[in-house]
């Protein structure tokens, strides 16, 4: 029996049921603008070690929660870790970001990719969000994550980041049957990946398809939509007698939030360039929204970050089913009082 | 008394007329793709001296109207010439994109800025446009550019390309009344810039908004929109008897293609998030539209290629208003010859 949870708010914003305030986390909490983060990396030596030992991972993740009592933690991880557990041999190159040793560009290399079993190649993981779990202690509810098949396709097919991604769209374009093999694998390998950190300690998931945006609406339906629909269907709803809310983001997926509410998740994620009272319209109350303060907004004075939570806050509008969040991660190079100026201003402007 | 066009179907098509089919060009179709616009770069040493040489900047325009009979020129030359005829001293570095040495951050920063006169510190600019004119000899017409204030200001304060625009945005938040300084200075060279451009030759007038996508709705209004309405009410709209068209273009701005249409401009580029027959329902017929191929479609076979035009043309649909484009500048890496196989389809399956 797991401790009962002292602030579920975050989980009571996701099934639409009144709270006393908003609820607030930050994308990439955990992270490089917090000195305390960047400590434990040192400690660390290299990024994927900090990923890969649950003790370091832990200490991390509970950081921000407590610094700013945020409403929710999320596992520190990376998205890539599927991929790497399929064999293609991540690795991160100074000033250059995540590479891959064996990208997948040809039919045998899609055929020989396994559904990695996340009770092998990504134990590190689960064990990372058991510790996490036990070590919070049911202060706030744990959000696991994955990234998308598309997201995660990208790199995969890249063999890195991507500024115009020619590679996996001239497979896209020229060899659509190879993408979606490719896809339905990365897709399974989502599901099992995430309902192990369902039975590990998540409470909530989130799924980051950080570069549906790319893509023409079209194409987005069918080489994301399409996968992240097959994830929702596969995943463990329920835990602990609880619900396991899941939240879909797509970046720059502000034109398709009608299509994406429709899969049956339980929240989307919204990104600043669309208006929340828009993005409410456009659900018809369907799903929880998270969002969508533009993180830049933490480069201004204290003054207007309270200015700029108001607006997100006034936009949503009242009743129940928002979570307050910036559009995007917090950036590297921001003061983490900022931050603080901006949860205390969710929490004081939003009580009821 | 100049030469009269032969080819006016650009014209015509953002005028909303009827034509026999739908015209083509490509946004950067002057550029890297093309090994005779390589051989030329290479020439001149360097890519401003390939801008400020009136011969030069008139060959790599005309090579690709040579190569592939497109329906419209447009001039050889960067968005940035503006804030380097400020004094900020445009240089480029050598796989670091521009920069300028005086980036604009401070109160007199923006209060020492100059609305340049184009007849002084960018006559090279209208000597270009003249000499592109004549050699054209009415074959197709001649559009003119400029890039948006806003997305000439992320430049300016920045000091070059930027990933989270973080000093213009703090700029945004914490001295919106200076950013507005700057912009409506940035707005009145634009403004003399392109009718200086009319003046020279130039047929039709787009203005690029690069980075307008990375605002929230109120923000783009206020920031970007706004000073692209000043443009519109300010530029010449006539010239030779014959209406000069103006389109804009904001890039990842397809939520707000209405409030676009609003300004009284011709035409919208488009980009391939959205698809035409949306950005059609949403504009209302009030302005032609250009776009908006995803750009990796050429990166596919030539028979997805075909494919993917048809898609293009299908979403239009049927009646006047459409300048076929890509949705962003065509890529470095292309194969031109897929860029011929594009053009031949939309000559061929657009034919009334």
């Given at each position: 029996?797991?401790?009962?949870l002292?602030?579920?708010?975050?989980?009571?914003?996701?099934?639409r049921?009144?709270?006393?305030?908003t609820?607030v986390?930050?994308?990439?909490q955990a992270g490089?603008y917090?000195?305390?983060?960047?400590?434990?990396?040192?400690?660390?030596?290299?990024?994927?070690t900090?990923?890969?030992?649950p003790?370091l991972?832990c200490e991390?993740?509970?950081?921000?929660?407590?610094?700013?009592?945020?409403?929710a933690a999320i596992?520190?991880?990376d998205?890539?870790?599927i991929?790497d557990a399929?064999?293609?041999?991540?690795?991160?190159?100074?000033?250059?970001?995540?590479?891959?040793?064996?990208?997948?560009?040809t039919?045998a290399?899609v055929?020989?990719?396994?559904?990695?079993?996340p009770?092998?190649?990504?134990?590190?993981v689960?064990?990372?969000?058991s510790?996490?779990?036990?070590?919070?202690?049911?202060r706030v509810?744990?959000?696991?994550?994955?990234?998308?098949?598309?997201?995660?396709?990208t790199?995969m097919?890249?063999?890195?980041?991507?500024?115009?991604f020619?590679k996996?769209?001239g497979m896209?374009?020229?060899?659509?049957a190879?993408?979606?093999?490719?896809l339905d694998?990365?897709?399974?390998?989502?599901?099992?990946?995430?309902?192990?950190?369902v039975?590990s300690g998540?409470?909530?998931l989130?799924?980051?398809d950080?570069w549906?945006?790319v893509?023409?609406?079209a194409?987005?339906?069918?080489f994301s939509l399409r996968?992240m629909?097959?994830?929702v269907?596969?995943?463990?709803?329920?835990?602990d007698?609880?619900?396991v809310?899941?939240?879909l983001?797509?970046?720059?997926?502000?034109q398709?939030?009608?299509?994406?509410?429709?899969?049956g998740?339980?929240?989307?994620?919204?990104?600043?360039?669309?208006?929340?009272?828009?993005?409410?319209?456009r659900?018809?109350?369907k799903v929880?929204?998270?969002?969508?303060l533009?993180?830049?907004?933490?480069?201004?004075?204290?003054?207007?970050?309270?200015?700029?939570?108001?607006t997100v806050?006034d936009?949503?509008?009242?009743?129940p089913g928002?979570v307050?969040?910036l559009?995007?991660?917090?950036h590297q190079f921001?003061?983490p009082e900022h931050l603080?100026?901006?949860v205390?201003?969710?929490?004081?402007?939003s009580a009821?």
């Amino acid at each position: 029996m797991s401790t009962p949870l002292q602030n579920d708010l975050y989980l009571r914003a996701l099934n639409r049921e009144e709270t006393p305030r908003t609820p607030v986390w930050v994308m990439r909490q955990a992270g490089r603008y917090l000195p305390e983060y960047l400590k434990v990396r040192k400690q660390a030596g290299d990024f994927m070690t900090l990923c890969s030992t649950p003790d370091l991972a832990c200490e991390v993740t509970l950081q921000p929660i407590d610094r700013f009592n945020l409403d929710a933690a999320i596992l520190f991880s990376d998205i890539l870790t599927i991929p790497d557990a399929m064999g293609l041999g991540l690795h991160f190159e100074t000033g250059e970001g995540p590479k891959f040793s064996n990208p997948v560009r040809t039919a045998a290399d899609v055929e020989k990719l396994p559904v990695p079993d996340p009770a092998q190649s990504l134990q590190y993981v689960m064990d990372a969000v058991s510790t996490i779990r036990r070590e919070l202690n049911g202060r706030v509810p744990l959000i696991g994550f994955s990234g998308s098949p598309w997201t995660l396709a990208t790199y995969m097919v890249e063999g890195g980041g991507s500024k115009d991604f020619s590679k996996v769209k001239g497979m896209l374009f020229s060899e659509p049957a190879l993408l979606h093999k490719m896809l339905d694998k990365t897709a399974q390998s989502v599901i099992s990946y995430l309902n192990a950190q369902v039975e590990s300690g998540a409470q909530a998931l989130m799924v980051f398809d950080t570069w549906g945006g790319v893509l023409s609406p079209a194409n987005y339906r069918e080489f994301s939509l399409r996968y992240m629909q097959q994830i929702v269907d596969g995943l463990t709803r329920e835990a602990d007698g609880r619900k396991v809310p899941v939240v879909l983001f797509t970046k720059n997926g502000g034109q398709w939030l009608d299509i994406m509410a429709d899969t049956g998740c339980d929240g989307l994620g919204v990104d600043w360039t669309t208006d929340l009272a828009d993005a409410r319209a456009r659900t018809g109350g369907k799903v929880a929204l998270q969002g969508n303060l533009d993180p830049s907004v933490l480069y201004g004075s204290p003054e207007s970050i309270r200015a700029q939570v108001k607006t997100v806050l006034d936009s949503y509008g009242s009743g129940p089913g928002h979570v307050f969040n910036l559009g995007h991660g917090i950036h590297q190079f921001v003061n983490p009082e900022h931050l603080g100026v901006m949860v205390e201003a969710v929490r004081e402007q939003s009580a009821r």
